[in-house]
């Protein structure tokens, strides 16, 4: 069956990315670039990609995939990708991706089509992956918590979720790095 992970890295107080969207502060800690170790397991279950319009932009003005689009299918080999955005974005040439907006819930027939078998990996940003728990439809919060705090930012999940909501089955420590699942019900 199709689960929906939320799989990303947070900081202590709970931001994705600082006021101005960016992620200099994750690769400023030791072992950022490695911060989720299951990472490679993760996404070989996965067959469809989610996330936001700015979670997109920073990726792609990140790893300058315009000029290097052949970097994206070494990122995410084989995994389908929906941008949900209310804008207009440039497309990776030769990603299988689509661009699409309105409500999560419109686009679920779609995703979990493309899914088949595999798991969707909700990338970000929180406002996103709250929209996917708002139907009901996010299974799993994924987390590597970062040793920073930042004061203000993109919010990991701009949604409350009782404790009887979560349930935590994992936990490690990976250098300076926390690493959390939780399970939602």
Do not use: C
């Not at 202590?12 to 960016?22: C, E, R, T």
């Not at 920073?58 to 990122?75: A, I, Y």
């Not at 995703?111 to 299974?139: E, H, N, P």
Request: cysteine-free; overall charge negative; aromatic content about 10%.
């Amino acid at each position: 069956m199709t689960r929906f992970v939320y799989a990303t890295a947070t900081t202590l107080d709970g931001f994705l990315a600082d006021a101005d969207n960016s992620l200099d502060w994750l690769f400023a800690v030791e072992g950022g670039e490695e911060s989720l170790s299951g990472l490679a397991e993760f996404t070989a279950g996965v067959g469809v990609l989610v996330m936001g319009s700015t979670t997109y932009q920073w990726v792609l003005d990140h790893e300058r995939l315009l000029d290097h689009p052949e970097k994206w299918r070494e990122f995410y080999p084989g995994m389908t990708t929906f941008v949900f955005s209310s804008r207009d974005l440039p497309v990776i040439p030769g990603a299988d991706l689509t661009v699409v907006s309105g409500p999560v819930a419109d686009h679920l027939p779609t995703i979990l089509a493309a899914a088949g078998d595999k798991d969707v990996w909700v990338m970000g940003g929180g406002d996103l992956a709250g929209q996917f728990t708002d139907i009901g439809r996010l299974d799993e919060i994924m987390l590597s918590v970062a040793a920073v705090t930042l004061g203000s930012g993109a919010p990991l999940l701009p949604r409350r979720l009782e404790s009887d909501r979560l349930r935590l089955v994992h936990v490690a420590q990976v250098g300076q790095f926390a690493e959390l699942r939780y399970q939602l019900r």
